[in-house]
């Protein structure tokens, strides 16, 4: 939490940067997508669970869960990149 005086000083800036840019302001207010958990859980099992698949299964498994969990990464990048008004890249 801040003190009174630093959110008072922080809501200046704000008012002003407001005054100044205002379409910067506005991007800056937009909410930011959020991470499904359920992606976010798949991804975490999937990369505990490399090193195992290769201990079992030997190195092509491990480099396919591993191929698979960065494609994953990809998709959630690319996901997470896209701007409101722009189509995403490559599209």
Known sequence: MLGHEDQRRLDAIERQLEDDDPAFAA??????????????????????ATPSLGLAFGWQ????????????F??????????????????
Do not use: E, I, K, N
Not at 27 to 48: D, F, K
């Open 27 to 48: 991007r800056m207010r937009r909410r930011r997508r959020r991470v499904s958990p359920s992606l976010v859980a798949v991804c975490l099992l999937l990369w505990m």
């Open 61 to 72: 498994a491990a480099l396919g869960s591993g191929a698979l969990l960065c494609v994953l």
């Open 74 to 91: 990809a998709v959630t990048m690319r996901t997470f990149r896209h701007r409101p008004g722009r189509p995403p890249s490559g599209a």
